[in-house]
């Protein structure tokens, strides 16, 4: 498990890049193709209206009387990581989470950008994801500047996958430095090592319609990686429906805890999650580009 006190050291390695046969891809053409692809899935749901509600009968067991937008708990990877993913559920929670694009430095072929990683004296070589596509740019540049690799750019890749390496400890996944001081970080906080808050109110549901195969759908708590969008939603749905805006909170939970719930808990609702509207954009402005 990697934590944040445990990263010692770590520094990129731009000649090292790791290969994943199902993402690796060529500079040009796969990778447009790729992004396109993964824009699709995203644009192919429908984006729905926000609805206020009575408050879910399982939300008593998690809710936090700290303040707004402090996490629920500090979790781990799953300690039974491959119950989980060897798990009848696992399926259905990964295909919502590779909804999500999150992002990596790569080379020309696609092949994300290792970085060595020490931890109790012992090294890794593993990718890092960030899911600030802003935080992901500055990296670039700096990888950029300190290598003469030509054809570095940024992919996108699915936060299931993504998850599942993180928690077999073959990826670090970075959340936004903004985000993390949100959910109740100290200020300067460095967010390599922390994990990934979500954004909910426990008071509002979104009503998702089918996949294409006529699955899933209904209504579904929204997830969102950025306070601000899900404050947003907040507001939408009181707007609609009114309430007392002093009854409405936005929280925050760990993207592990969100897992667990979803895999461990029956009466847990179904999660949509949200990406952040700047990584769609990054993506259209690349296609369009």
Request: hydrophobic fraction near 40%; charge should be negative; proline fraction near 10%.
């Amino acid at each position: 498990t990697f934590t944040s006190a445990l990263f010692s050291t770590f520094s990129p390695q731009p000649p090292v890049f790791l290969w994943f046969p199902s993402v690796a891809m060529t500079h040009q053409s796969k990778l447009t193709g790729a992004i396109a692809s993964a824009l699709s899935l995203l644009l192919l749901s429908p984006t729905s209206s926000f609805t206020a509600q009575s408050k879910l009968p399982w939300i008593g067991r998690f809710h936090s009387s700290s303040p707004s937008g402090q996490l629920f708990s500090s979790s781990s990877p799953p300690s039974s990581s491959g119950d989980l993913f060897s798990s009848e559920g696992w399926p259905l929670i990964k295909a919502d989470l590779d909804k999500v694009p999150i992002f990596c430095c790569a080379n020309a072929e696609g092949k994300p950008m290792a970085y060595s990683v020490e931890v109790k004296g012992e090294s890794f070589t593993v990718p890092f994801f960030f899911c600030d596509v802003d935080d992901a740019q500055a990296e670039l540049e700096k990888a950029k500047s300190n290598t003469d690799m030509e054809g570095l750019g940024l992919i996108p890749f699915p936060l299931g996958k993504a998850f599942e390496m993180w928690a077999n400890d073959k990826a670090v996944i970075v959340p936004g430095s903004e985000a993390i001081k949100q959910a109740g970080a100290p200020p300067g906080s460095n967010p390599i090592g922390q994990e990934v808050p979500l954004f909910a109110c426990m008071d509002i549901m979104q009503e998702v319609p089918p996949g294409p195969d006529g699955k899933g759908g209904g209504p579904c708590l929204p997830m969102f990686m950025v306070l601000e969008e899900a404050n947003a939603a907040m507001e939408e749905a009181l707007s609609m429906d009114g309430g007392n805006a002093d009854d409405f909170e936005v929280v925050s939970l760990s993207l592990p805890r969100a897992v667990e719930l979803l895999a461990t808990v029956p009466e847990t609702p179904a999660f949509n999650f949200i990406p952040p509207a700047k990584s769609i954009q990054h993506i259209e402005e690349y296609l369009s580009n």
